[in-house]
């Protein structure tokens, strides 16, 4: 509990920064140049988060030797895809920043690989904060202090972190032979689950935005944003485990008890509906106000989902992941289109399909974990 308090104040430092880069980049550039940059942040949590996968899960649940093969192939693939994206930045910019973050992001996954393999959550978003104190400072002053800046030239800065990322990296990779995560079947799952993830959270922003409105969009981000924040408890309470998890092979005894999931859960939903309600009092958008408040049921249910998906990770329940991630995508996509086409309710009814599709695949992830033992072994 102790080192998941730490991490919070790095993960919440590190969100807080990422939030003020983002109004000063509004400020200094407009809105419109800010939409380009957040479609290459979609591109980049969709690419590099789904490449990524494959390494993270196995980084915190094989052998020594396996771990540091993989962390060299994993390195590889970030190089590729830094130079992908600087070949093809003029190019488009979209593509081309979008594939440089996430190299340089994959980059510092394998920085901060041993630290997430021996269940150190602290130390592991400590580099992230720092990573984005640094790209964001850099960009910050190039923004202000320049007379015309460029989204380009702010994005190419942003980026200057991840040489040295790049360079400690190397280091690590040096001396062993790289080595795939896993047989293909394997890598398909655990990629496929992601890019399913990838989706199913980012999708219905892209979706809202298109069959309403970018201010339903915006209402709906924010507010997604901040239980995002809150829900990040649940993942970095989840990694403190993944030693003795690993060590056990997944069992039950070696996980986080129950109770302190459930205590986790109802804090950071009743912390979302304080807020939706200081929004009311204060005069907020109702929109924003009441997607807030409903939102605090998503928070509370992703809590619950970090831990438990903690819990498959070690018990290689890949395929079952892979199923529950790829086969809600529709269904939640399909709640978001049918609420935004045949009622007014815009973020809300986005905050509605959100909440009732993490219910599910909660449903899906307690039956696979807690169910009697004799079905299990059935």
Aim: some cysteine.
């Amino acid at each position: 509990m102790a080192k998941t308090l730490i991490s919070l104040v790095w993960i919440y430092g590190g969100r807080g920064v990422g939030l003020l880069w983002t109004l000063i980049l509004v400020q200094r550039l407009g809105v419109s140049e800010y939409g380009l940059y957040a479609m290459a942040t979609v591109l980049n949590g969709i690419v590099g988060n789904t490449v990524d996968n494959a390494f993270a899960v196995r980084a915190i649940r094989e052998s020594e030797e396996h771990f540091l093969r993989e962390r060299t192939m994993r390195y590889l693939v970030a190089v590729g895809l830094v130079t992908a994206g600087a070949v093809t930045f003029d190019i488009n910019y979209v593509i081309g920043f979008g594939l440089m973050v996430a190299g340089g992001e994959i980059a510092l996954n394998v920085v901060k690989s041993q630290s997430a393999r021996d269940g150190h959550p602290d130390k592991v978003y400590r580099l992230d904060t720092a990573r984005q104190f640094s790209s964001a400072g850099i960009g910050a002053v190039y923004l202000y202090t320049s007379a015309h800046p460029t989204l380009t030239h702010a994005s190419l800065l942003y980026c200057t972190p991840y040489v040295l990322i790049l360079l400690v990296g190397a280091k690590l990779a040096v001396g062993h032979r790289p080595a795939p995560p896993g047989p293909p079947r394997l890598i398909a799952a655990l990629t496929g689950e992601m890019l399913g993830t990838t989706l199913y959270l980012g999708g219905d922003v892209l979706l809202l935005g298109t069959l309403v409105d970018t201010t339903a969009a915006g209402y709906y981000q924010l507010a997604w944003v901040v239980a995002a924040a809150v829900a990040a408890a649940g993942q970095s309470f989840g990694m403190t485990y993944h030693e003795p998890l690993r060590e056990s092979g997944g069992d039950l005894s070696a996980a986080p008890p129950l109770r302190n999931i459930l205590r986790m859960a109802a804090l950071g939903g009743s912390l979302l509906l304080i807020i939706g309600i200081c929004l009311f009092a204060f005069g907020a958008p109702t929109p924003l106000a009441t997607t807030m408040m409903i939102m605090g049921g998503f928070a509370a249910l992703r809590i619950c989902i970090f831990v438990l998906q903690v819990i498959l990770y070690t018990q290689r329940r890949d395929v079952f992941r892979l199923t529950i991630a790829v086969g809600l995508v529709p269904v939640k996509l399909g709640m978001v289109a049918a609420l935004a086409t045949l009622t007014p309710l815009g973020a809300v009814g986005a905050a509605i399909a959100a909440t009732v599709a993490d219910a599910i695949m909660l449903a899906g992830f307690t039956w696979a974990v807690y169910r009697p033992r004799e079905v299990a072994e059935s």
